[in-house]
């Protein structure tokens, strides 16, 4: 995808992603639960860390949660305590419920000034928009559990409700509604799930990091394991039963 404004270049991962749907996820499909538990390592090679999600995480403030926001200035959310030239983005389109993610790019540095995908206004209200899509930080809950887990942070259309408001504490970014904090250290596997017409179960794994990575898969008490490896989409099928 080309930004002719900044005349930046973006390789976007997600619409071969979307095409394994088109191939494999016939018409009349029913999107089914996928409980994903993979957590991956924040901080590998640096090329690891670049384009993995923000989430909402029980707050601790560690490194992972401690950012920088100069409003004026640059009005970028920088991951302060790690590598300055990290910052969070949203995707080119302007999709809600899009995930927020690090910055990433093929040189040096990330944060790029001219890139309105990397800049922000962050409102007295709390609120926390997007300066190239006018949509709000908001809060995918992906988790029930208050103390377990944790929540991808998306695109959501601006509306006056408590998980778009957020709390500056002193570097940590804290949601009003989940008590959470914004965390740098999400999961780099996304995967979701179908019953098809016909029965079959169809999954679709995408490893967008740097590293392979094995996972496990289950089905009811079946289970097998799985090479996700670097940058790799595939899909996985099955009949039900």
């Not at 504490?169 to 996304?190: P, S």
Request: charged fraction near 20%; include cysteine; proline fraction near 7%.
């Amino acid at each position: 995808m080309a930004d002719i404004d900044t005349q930046d270049l973006y390789f976007n991962p997600s619409y071969y992603f979307i095409g394994q749907f088109s191939k494999f996820v016939p018409p009349k499909s029913i999107k089914i639960g996928l409980q994903k538990t993979i957590r991956t390592p924040l901080f590998g090679s640096p090329p690891f860390l670049h384009g993995g999600d923000i989430i909402a995480e029980i707050c601790t403030g560690g490194s992972s949660q401690l950012w920088d926001f100069s409003p004026n200035a640059t009005d970028k959310l920088i991951l302060s305590k790690q590598i300055p030239d990290i910052c969070i983005m949203v995707p080119p389109p302007s999709l809600t419920g899009a995930n927020i993610f690090l910055s990433f790019t093929y040189d040096t540095p990330s944060c790029n000034p001219t890139r309105l995908s990397q800049l922000f206004s962050w409102l007295p209200d709390g609120h926390i928009i997007s300066k190239q899509t006018g949509l709000c930080l908001d809060v995918e809950i992906v988790d029930s559990t208050k103390n377990q887990g944790y929540d991808f942070i998306v695109s959501e259309k601006c509306e006056n409700k408590p998980s778009q408001i957020w709390i500056n504490e002193q570097g940590k970014i804290r949601n009003v509604a989940l008590d959470r904090c914004m965390d740098a250290g999400g999961t780099y596997i996304h995967a979701t799930a179908f019953k098809t017409p016909d029965g079959e179960i169809v999954t679709v794994v995408e490893n967008i990091s740097d590293n392979n990575w094995e996972f496990k898969l289950k089905y009811k008490n079946n289970a097998t394991k799985v090479l996700a490896p670097a940058h790799s989409i595939q899909t996985l099928k099955w009949e039900s039963f």
